[in-house]
């Protein structure tokens, strides 16, 4: 990956270009915090969504994949956002072929899978917009999709679609656990105990929420992430 200290793109991938910086350390916990929250199930798969829109998911997502593969485990982030995918900007990798490609048999496993340009870390973009997002992700080549990362990878780190979108739902109880990512700048407590509910019903494992943007105090910790279970 090129280093662009002005471009937002460096500040999204922290954990990469500052790994010992104070909002690398966030993420850095994050992943420790994940570990214990697991005592001893199988974490193998993580969706990471978020209440609504904008809220940071995916540079979460990007950031907590980079620190699994700095682990050398090897990692992959799936972009399965197919409304608003993000993960092929950051890493600024092509987006011809993705989840939506292998969903609609258009190519084989072998053709989605990127390398990142970070060693241990295969990224796999969205691909092409479809139609109608949460009926692809509806079929049964998702969890096709899903074991064949499974069995090529150690960790599969998935970038959902916020939950104000049905997709999430599908794919919430397909994973091993969930992140929650909320931005307590703007948030309201209801919508994110309706986050938590709807993620109950949809039978996932909610290992934790990341508050993004949230004000500290002077005897809070200064990474600008914070990890409550």
Known sequence: MRRQKRDDRYQKLIAHWEPF??????????????????QGQKLQTILVSSPGASEGKTVTAANLSLMLAKDQRKTVLIDC?????????TFELPNLYGVSSYLNGMCPFSAIVQESGVPYLSIVTAGPLPQ????????????????????HFDVVVVDSPPLIVSDAM??????????????ASKTK????VRAVDQLKTAGANLLGVVLN?????????YYGYGYRE
């Open 81 to 89: 956002d197919l409304r608003n995918p993000r993960i092929h900007f």
């Open 21 to 38: 910086s104070p909002l690398a350390e966030g993420y850095r916990t994050l992943k420790l915090n994940l570990a214990f929250s697991a």
């Open 189 to 192: 407590r209801d919508a994110a």
């Open 213 to 221: 943007n949230k004000k500290l105090g002077k005897r809070e910790s």
């Open 170 to 183: 599908l794919l919430a109880g397909k994973t091993d656990g969930c992140v929650l990512v909320v931005d």
């Open 132 to 151: 109608s997002p949460a009926e692809l992700l509806g079929t049964p080549r998702l969890p096709e999709l899903l074991e064949q990362l499974r069995n």
